[in-house]
C-alpha cells in the first residue's frame, strides 16, 4: 500500500485555501476584519454542536422481557385451561390441559383431553396456547416448556409436571376471521349429535339438541339461546350450562342448520354443515360457550329435500 504523503497534503492546503483567504481577507476594510471573525466564529460553533448532536453515544433501549416476569401471578390471573402441541407444530393441537399448581420450579396440569399427548413422553419441548393475555412484552397467548414428568396408562394420560415457561409469544391461531352476531332476528340454528356419514336428510325432522332462534313445541330450554359470533370456519353459540352437561362433550360430532337472512334477496337461505364440537367454556354461572368447527358442507340434492351431498371442506 502506498504511503501518504502528509507534508503534500499541507502545501496543497497552505497554497489552495489558506493562501488566498489571507489575500481576501487583506483586501478588506480594517472594520470588516471583525466581522468575518465573528462569522467564523458563529459557524464554528454551530458546526461544534452540529457534530456533538451527531456523533454522541445514542440511548441504549431498554429490552423487553421475553415474557412475564412473575408467571405464577400472572396464570393465576388468566385463564387456566391450555391446548397442547409439539413445539414448532402449534396448529396440531394434541389436547387439553387444566393448569392445577404453579410454582417458580415446575408448573402441574391435569390432562382433560388427550389426542396425541401420549406419544410426546418425558423430556420433549411442548407448546402450550391459553387465551390472549397482556404482558410487559406486550400481547401473548403461548409459551413453551418441557415436559418433566407425564402420567399415563391404558386409558389415557392423566396428570403431567412441567418445567417453568420460557419464550412468551403470539402464536396466529385462528384462520377464519369471527364475525360477532348481535340482531338474533337474522340467524336460526339447529344442531344435533351426528356425523355426515349419509345422505339421507331424516335427521332434519328430530328435535334438535341444541336450537337457537328456531321455534320448536316440542323442546324446552332454547329460549335463551344466542349465536355470539360466526365464521367460514365455525360458530359459537351461548346456550345454558345444564343442556350442555346432559348433551355434548368436546370432540361430538354434530350435524347444522343454518338460516341467515340474505338482505338483497330478502328472504332466510339455508346452509348445511356437519362438524365437530371443540370447546366447551363457561362464561359465567348461567351461560356456557359451545364452539363448533365446520368440517363438511352439505347440499340438497333436489327440490324434495330428501337427499343431502355432504363435501369436505
Not at 407444530?89 to 387439553?96: F, S, Y
Request: proline residues 5%; glycine residues 6%; charged residues 25%.
Amino acid at each position: 500500500m502506498e504511503k501518504i504523503n502528509f507534508q503534500y497534503i499541507l502545501d496543497l492546503i497552505q497554497s489552495q485555501v489558506i493562501n488566498p483567504v489571507e489575500k481576501f481577507i487583506s483586501t478588506l476594510p480594517q472594520e470588516s476584519f471583525y466581522l468575518i471573525l465573528a462569522a467564523a466564529g458563529l459557524i464554528g460553533l454551530l458546526a461544534a454542536v452540529f457534530a456533538f448532536l451527531l456523533l454522541r453515544p445514542k440511548p441504549q433501549k431498554k429490552q423487553k422481557p421475553q415474557g412475564p416476569q412473575n408467571f405464577v401471578q400472572f396464570f393465576q390471573s388468566s385463564g387456566t385451561i391450555m391446548d397442547i402441541a409439539a413445539a414448532g407444530h402449534h396448529e396440531n393441537v394434541l389436547g387439553r390441559a387444566v393448569l392445577t399448581a404453579v410454582k417458580p420450579d415446575r408448573m402441574r396440569l391435569e390432562i382433560i383431553e388427550e389426542s396425541g399427548i401420549a406419544k410426546l413422553g418425558p423430556t420433549a419441548e411442548i407448546i402450550l396456547m391459553f387465551p390472549p393475555e397482556q404482558s410487559a412484552a406486550g400481547k401473548v397467548n403461548s409459551f413453551r416448556s418441557t415436559i418433566s414428568s407425564l402420567e399415563c396408562d391404558e386409558e389415557g394420560c392423566g396428570r403431567m409436571t412441567l418445567t417453568p415457561p420460557v419464550k412468551f409469544s403470539l402464536v396466529k391461531r385462528r384462520r377464519h376471521k369471527r364475525k360477532r352476531v348481535i340482531d338474533q332476528q337474522f340467524i336460526r340454528v339447529k344442531l344435533w349429535r351426528g356425523k355426515a356419514d349419509s345422505d339421507d336428510t331424516s335427521f332434519v325432522d328430530r328435535i334438535p339438541d341444541l336450537a337457537v332462534n328456531s321455534y320448536d313445541p316440542r323442546s324446552t330450554g332454547h329460549e335463551d339461546n344466542q349465536v355470539i359470533n360466526i365464521s367460514n370456519g365455525g360458530i359459537g353459540v351461548g346456550t345454558s350450562p345444564t343442556l350442555v352437561e346432559s348433551k355434548f362433550n368436546i370432540n361430538d360430532d354434530v350435524l347444522i342448520s343454518i338460516f341467515m337472512f340474505n338482505f338483497r334477496q330478502k328472504v332466510f337461505k339455508p346452509y348445511w354443515y356437519a362438524g365437530k364440537i371443540r370447546s366447551i367454556e363457561s362464561m359465567d354461572s348461567q351461560t356456557c360457550r359451545v364452539g363448533v368447527e365446520f368440517t363438511v358442507t352439505g347440499k340438497m340434492r333436489d327440490e324434495n329435500e330428501q337427499n343431502i351431498d355432504w363435501k369436505e371442506m
